[in-house]
């Protein structure tokens, strides 16, 4: 139903918007450094969800609304920019219980309960990512051939290439970053200190998305 061109050339333009790290990528690093590799999985699985919940969203209408108004977008962009701040003052508050972590996830990198709160967190970042919503909202439905008919299933189509992108980028960007939380578990003093990182990186991103964006 989606010709080969519009495929491949929504695949490039996909492609160069997501090797920009966003909201999302941010999130998954400083997730990643503030609990660990399982946490940060966790985290993509639930921004893939998000991002593509975005995707449901444009398909069906609701991506114009909040791309045509104002008050709704900052309403979404402001409530994901309060979440996001919340998480990262969580972060650094439990920052010193970090090594215990790392002594309960050895070898299996298993962490206490939470996997599914974890990736629901990582929904609310992704559906209310202000990056994404004008990309899809904005961009996706350019690539669609209206001639075709069943625009909604295009979309949902299309939306799949931006998606898979960004759970093989964001897989990585976690998993780095993990690794270089690993190294820093070798000292208490260090682990702390990567952990306390991690939150200020999500308090720095939730100020930044709430400050940013739309103007008009």
Request: hydrophobic share 55%; glycine share 12%.
């Amino acid at each position: 139903m989606v010709s080969t061109d519009r495929f491949l050339a929504f695949a490039a333009m996909s492609l160069l918007v997501i090797v920009i790290p966003g909201p999302s990528v941010l999130f998954v690093i400083g997730r990643a450094l503030a609990h660990g590799r399982r946490t940060a999985m966790a985290t993509v699985l639930g921004n893939v969800v998000g991002s593509y919940l975005l995707v449901v969203a444009v398909a069906f209408g609701v991506g114009s609304v909040v791309e045509r108004s104002v008050v709704v977008f900052m309403a979404v962009k402001l409530a994901g920019a309060a979440y996001l701040v919340f998480l990262g003052v969580q972060a650094f508050r439990h920052r010193k219980e970090l090594k215990a972590d790392v002594i309960r996830a050895e070898p299996s990198d298993a962490t206490p309960h939470g996997d599914l709160r974890t990736v629901l967190d990582g929904v609310l970042v992704g559906a209310t990512n202000p990056k994404g919503i004008v990309f899809f909202a904005a961009v996706l439905p350019q690539f669609v051939d209206h001639t075709a008919g069943h625009l909604p299933t295009q979309m949902l189509l299309l939306g799949l290439v931006p998606i898979g992108i960004g759970l093989i980028t964001d897989t990585l960007w976690g998993l780095t970053a993990s690794a270089a939380r690993t190294w820093f578990a070798r000292s208490d003093r260090r682990l702390s200190l990567i952990g306390g990182a991690g939150g200020f990186t999500m308090i720095g991103l939730g100020v930044t998305v709430a400050a940013t964006g739309r103007a008009d």
